[in-house]
Each structure stands twice: as C-alpha cells, then as structure tokens.
C-alpha cells in the first residue's frame, strides 16, 4: 500500500479524543464508583432499601402480588424485574428476593416465600422455577400511596417504563431490617432492630423534636437480630454506635444447662448470633474438637429440627458450664461482633448517620410523602366536584339541556356559554346516561358533593398547617405499629442482654490436669521430653548421636514452661503437653514454632512478681518483669531486640540489689540494679563497655551477701575485695578477681 493510502487514525470525524491516560482512568473510575455506591451497595436512608431490592417489590405489586392474593412463581417476579427495571444476572436478582423472604435474615420479611427459601444452615434456596412468593403486610407499608404522587418517579435504563426512585415507606425499614454492602472506598452495615421500638422512638422525637440520643435510647435499647442471641455490648458502646453511626455489637448464642442426674450435664444451645451459619459453626467445634483445641469439650451434636438445638457434652462434669461456654466464646462462631458503620444516601450524598439523625431524615420523608398524597388527593377532588357542580347544573336546567342536545349542531358550546360550563364539565354531561336523569340520582350526587366538600376542608386544613401534618405522621405511624404488635411473633423482641463474664479458664483447664513433679529434659539440638519425679540421674539418660544434655527444669505438670531463644524472644509451653520420658523425646518445634537459626538458651519458670535481668551479647539490656515472658501464641513474644551479629546472652533472676558483669576480656564491673530499666520489651542500656568481645556472664547478689561464685568442682567461692569492682553502669570495669573461674562466668 502506498504512503498516500495510509489511513491516519486521527482522520475519524473526531471519535478519537486525545488526552492523559491518567486523567481519563481517573474520571472514568471514579464514575464507576459513584455508580457501585448509590445503585448497588448503600441503601436509601428514606426507606432503607437498595435499588435491587426496590425493583423487586415494585414488579411484585405492579404483578398484583398482594397478601390478600395468592402466590407466583419467583421466576415471573425475576423476568419482569429484569426485563423492566434491572438489567442485571437472574441469580443477583433472586438471591436479592430471597433475603427479603428469609425470616432469619431479615427481622420484618418484605416476601412471603412459598417453597424452600433456604435456612439458618447456609443451604442454598431452590431454584426460581421451584419457588413462589407474593408480598408481606410489612412491605405493602413500604408501597403505599405509589398511585397518589407520594413519590417522585424516573424513567427505567430502557425509557419504556417508570420506577419510583424511593418507597413512601410506611415504617423505619433502614432501621428494622438493617443493611449491608460494600462500595468502592466506603461500606455499610447497619443491624437489624425491633419494629415496634422503631416506630415508638420515631413517635417520641416527633413528640420531643430535642430528645437527645440517651432519651432514643431508652425506647431502642440496642439491635434486635432476627435469629435472637445475648447482646454482652457495654451500655457504652451501645451508646457510641448510635451517636456516631460507628462501633460494634457483641452477640452470644443463647444456652441453658440441661441435668441428666448423678451430677452429669450438658449445654443446650438454642439461639446462635446473627448471620453465622450452623452448619460452619458445627464444623469448627468438630475441628476444635479434633485438633484439641478445646480440652473441656467433650463433643459437639446437632439436633436441631425447626429450630435451633446443638448439644454440648463437656468432657468433666467439675467443669462449670459457665467455664466450658466462655472458653468456646474465644474460640468459635457462638459469640461474634457485629459491625456498625450507619452509611447511606442521603438524597444521594453518603453519609454516615447516627441513630437521631436516622430518625429525623424518615420523619422528614414521611411529612413529606404525606403532603404529596394530600396534594394529589386534593387535585382529584376539585376535579370531581368540578364535574360534580356541572352535572347539578345540568339537573336544575334538565329540560333546557335536552333541548340544547337535540337541537343544536355545536350542543358543547352552546352549553358553555348558556350555563357558563367549563369543557370538563360539558364533556361529563355529553357523556351522562339516560338512566341517570332519575331524581336519584340528583341525590346521590348532591350527597357526593358533600362529602367531597367536607374532605376538600380537612386536606386544606392539613396543608396549610405543619402541625397537622406532623399529627397525621404520628397516626400514620401508630396504625403501621399494629402490624408489629410485640404481643405478635412478628413485633416480639428476639435478643435480649447480658453481660459478658470474665471468666479464668485458664484455671479451669488446670483444674483438670493432674498435678504430677517432672523432670524436663532440652538437649543441644533442641529435643525436649518431661521425665516423671523428680532427682532424675540425668548422666544415665540418652540422646541422639551427636546430641548431649543441655537444660533441665524440676516442675510440676500444672506448671507453665518459659524458653528463652537466642534471638531475644520468649515462648510459653505447658509442662502437661510435654511428650514423655521414653525415648529421645520431640523436638520443640513441633510445639514452639522458634526460627531455624536459634536455639534454646534459658529455661525457668515464671513467678508472680519475680524479675529478671535480660541481657545481649553486645552488653545491653534491661529487667523485666516475669509476667511480662508470658506467651500465648506458638510464635512466642519478642522480649529482647537483638542485631544481625547478636544473640541472647544472659536471662538471670534478679535476686539482689547489685549487679556484677563480665566481659569476654575477663574484666568486670558491679553496679546498682536500680541503675537498670525495668521494661516489657526492647533494646534496653549499655550494662558494660568492651575493648573487644561482649557480654559473657552476668549475675546479681546483695550487698550483705558479696559476691559468689560457683567453680568447677560445685564449690561455691567468695571474693573479700569485691567492692573494689563496684562503680558504675556503662562502664568498662577491672580484671576479674584471683581464683575467678577460668570460663570467665559464675557457674563453673
């Protein structure tokens, strides 16, 4: 081809816009996200509703799907949504209406579902060609008044149909069955609340417009989930969730102890929290069960038929159920923390929303919902009596009128300036039957006239007054809280509170232990094994070739373990867990997951207000606390920061209020231990200035005691001028004193 014939790109007529990639992908996403926030993940604060959910219960009413009517296919419900209002996947569309329909998903349904809808075990609903549905008393609330103009409607993605943009919701949805979803950078969870509460807290801040939000909260005690459950939240929590929309609910299974005589029990649970599904949380407490994660569980059933029923045996009947139920709380499903994070459109905008706000923008919508229907209502009426005034015009002049009809070629505008009729109402006596000249009739409309004259009076009174509207507001609202009547299944409260008890399982898992003395025995290569009793004769014991005696410890199996690794941290392990004495034993990091390159330099128990002295290779270090060694992970707690070429040198007790160091040089250096920090964790101060080397051996005494130290022979020998070696932290010190053991440390 030749160069004259190549099409240049830009030649198109202008379909081709040149301008920065990164402008263009950033006002293209954000368009995108826009979009994912307000038509599919936060819900409208009016009625509390996404737009999927909105579509749903429009088709339903527009097919007729009324409580009073029978039930449909699901799939019919599913076409018309799709073919008219959501151009999206059918499965998105039915899971939509499936929530809606599941009573242990949503506190007031909005679909009656016929057919298997799924249940509290995470089974999935049948098919939509299975399934049928038609709509509840709650959401026939919601759609109310969508004929009278009492909300503002737009043209579907095809410009073929019209959708309202919100419901006139007859009830605080957002809050009654709460929301969740997640947006592009923001999200939404709201938890569901009992309906009669709702509404009474509605009432009260229209009564009390500055009810404050500890006043609400006298009447919304806290979130009322519809598979029940124990609400543990502190008051205060509860009271942050609903001032700033944010926060969190705890919510425990419900249980009871059931006695099977001669001391034996068993829990029975009853409720679990809110979107746990039972199945998955029979599945944990089975692998707990495996993996011995829970010693006081013995097993775990399932015996639930309609409702919930799981049967715990504890493996002890000394335990306490109190005990047995805390430690799973820990562990599983049967206690969860709902999120809080009160996120929806207001009018469009996102906005996070606490409980008075959420309540004054539904009054506001309703006040305003109910002027439209008065106004739209109003209109209809004045173009009734309109039609109702010329039609008894029509009556006084019947003769006159009949004339004008046979008579005139143009009887329409004859009739208009003869009467002074409107077109409206000439059109309505044009079209009047014959049968309706009987004087009844003349009656009947004169009584219509009335009526509507009076109704007109009240609308006008209504509009023009906002007190009126607010009371009508309030009827409104008390008529909706009859459909949730707390004396009904429907309005009965589901969750209850309690509190959460602090309780030591910890010492109940020791309370099962038997306490036994043992003997641990660590080797080179780090293989550990509990000898029974204690006074072992450890030189008959046997290693692996190439391995040999490293550490031993005399405790009891109650007891818990501390090891100290070369890399400065500190690992927890319970004597009972030890394997036995037979054989070489196992090796530690099949229990303690410590880095390949480190090894175990220090073992002990810890004491109650015992401390020790914590100390690097390079010579810095601190005193912490015992408690402070305590781990409950198998990755242990870093205790001591050490470098590249540094390790874990020294972990004494502190037993005295000085501290004599050594170095690798063989000099040494006694200070007072209050000159060292006591801290959790961390690098620590200079105990000892090197020429070279580091820190070899370090120890503490008492002033009254001096200095000791043990020789090879197991003979303990003293230094009389040992305050000669006393100066100051820091600093490089003096040669050790004669007869000092070769080794350069205090245990030969």
């Known amino acids: 081809m030749s160069k004259n014939n190549t099409i240049d790109p830009r030649d198109n007529g202008g379909d081709i816009i040149e301008e920065p990639m990164n402008e263009a992908l950033s006002r293209r996403y954000l368009a995108y996200a826009l979009s994912t926030i307000t038509a599919r993940a936060l819900p409208d604060a009016r009625d509390g509703l996404k737009p999927v959910h909105r579509r749903v219960l429009y088709s339903m009413i527009q097919l007729g799907l009324t409580p009073q009517g029978g039930h449909r296919k699901s799939a019919t419900v599913v076409g018309e949504v799709i073919g008219k209002y959501h151009p999206h996947g059918d499965q998105s569309i039915y899971d939509a209406m499936v929530r809606l329909a599941q009573d242990f998903a949503t506190r007031a349904p909005l679909v009656d579902g016929q057919g298997n809808f799924g249940n509290i075990d995470g089974d999935a609903p049948a098919a939509f060609r299975y399934t049928e549905a038609k709509l509840t008393p709650a959401a026939m609330l919601l759609l109310e008044g969508l004929d009278d103009d009492a909300v503002d409607f737009k043209q579907t993605y095809d410009e073929r149909n019209r959708e309202p943009i919100v419901l006139a919701s007859g009830f605080p ?20 609340h009992n309906p009669a509460e709702c509404i009474d807290a509605a009432i009260h801040l229209l009564e009390h417009p500055k009810a404050t939000v500890d006043d609400l909260m006298k009447i919304v005690t806290g979130p009322d989930f519809p598979t029940g459950g124990v609400i543990v939240e502190t008051k ?87 005990v047995l139920m805390a430690s799973l709380f820990r562990q599983c499903e049967l206690e969860t923390r709902f999120p809080v994070n009160m996120n929806v459109l207001d009018h469009g905008v996102p906005k996070v929303m606490g409980l008075r706000e959420l309540l004054n923008c539904y009054l506001d919508h309703r006040r305003e919902v109910i002027v439209r229907r008065a106004k739209h209502r109003l209109g209809k009426i004045e173009h009734r009596l ?50 309706a000249l009987r004087k009844l009739e003349e009656i009947e409309i004169r009584r219509e006239h ?69 003997t641990v025995v660590l080797s080179q290569k780090g293989w550990i094994r509990a000898l029974k009793g204690h006074s072992q004769k450890l030189d008959d014991l046997k290693f692996k070739e190439g391995d040999e005696l490293a550490l031993t410890l005399e405790c009891q199996t109650t007891d818990k373990v501390i090891l100290m690794a ?140 001096g200095l000791t130290w043990i020789d090879t022979a197991g003979r303990q020998q003293s230094a009389e001028d040992w305050k000669d070696w006393v100066g100051k932290r820091a600093q490089s010190g003096r040669l050790a004193p004669r007869g000092f053991n070769k080794n350069g440390k205090f245990q030969g």
């Open 386 to 435: 309109e039609v109702l005034d010329g039609l008894l015009k029509a009556y006084l002049n019947i003769d006159e009128v009949i004339r004008i009809i046979r008579t005139e070629d143009d009887p329409k505008s004859v009739m208009m300036k003869r009467f002074r009729l409107s077109e409206i109402q000439v059109e309505a006596i044009l079209n009047m039957r014959l049968r």
């Open 236 to 322: 205060e929590g509860l009271r942050e969730v609903y001032a700033t929309g944010r926060g969190g609910v705890r919510v425990q299974a419900r249980w009871t102890r059931e006695d099977l005589g001669r001391g034996m029990w068993r829990v029975i649970i009853t409720e679990i929290p809110y979107q746990v599904q039972k199945s998955k949380l029979m599945e944990r407490l089975a692998e707990l069960i495996e993996n011995k994660k829970a010693p006081l569980l013995e097993d775990a059933m399932d015996e639930s038929t309609e409702d919930v029923r799981i049967v715990l045996t504890p493996k002890s009947r000394t335990v306490e159920p109190e």
């Open 450 to 518: 009335d009526e509507l004259s009076a109704e007109r009076a009240v609308i006008e009174k209504l509009l023009s007054s906002t007190d009126r509207q607010w009371t009508e507001v309030k009827r409104q609202l008390k008529a909706a809280r009859e459909v949730f009547d707390p004396a009904k299944q429907l309005g009965k409260r589901r969750s209850n509170y309690g509190e959460a008890k602090e309780i030591d399982t910890e010492a109940a898992l020791e309370a099962l232990i038997v306490k036994e003395p043992v």
């Open 566 to 705: 070369s890399g400065g941290r500190a690992f927890t392990i319970g004597a009972d867990k030890l394997p036995g004495g037979r054989g070489h034993g196992e090796p530690i990091r099949l229990n303690l997951e410590v880095p390949e390159a480190e090894t175990i330099t220090g073992m002990f128990l810890p004491e109650d207000k015992g401390r020790r002295v914590i100390a690097s290779s390079k010579g810095y270090g601190f005193i912490v606390p015992d408690a402070e060694l305590v781990s409950s992970t198998r990755k242990g707690k870093i205790i001591l920061n050490v470098g590249p070429k540094e390790h874990l040198a020294v972990c004494v007790k502190v037993e005295g209020d000085l501290v004599a160091s050594i170095g690798k040089n063989r000099k040494m250096v006694i200070f007072k231990t209050d000159e060292m920090p006591e801290m959790a964790r961390g690098k620590g101060v200079k105990i000892q200035s090197f020429g070279d080397g580091g820190l070899l051996d370090l120890k503490t005494f008492n002033k009254a005691d």
């Open 173 to 192: 949805n957002l809050l009654v069955n709460g929301s969740s979803g997640i947006a592009v950078g923001m999200a939404t969870s709201i938890p569901p």
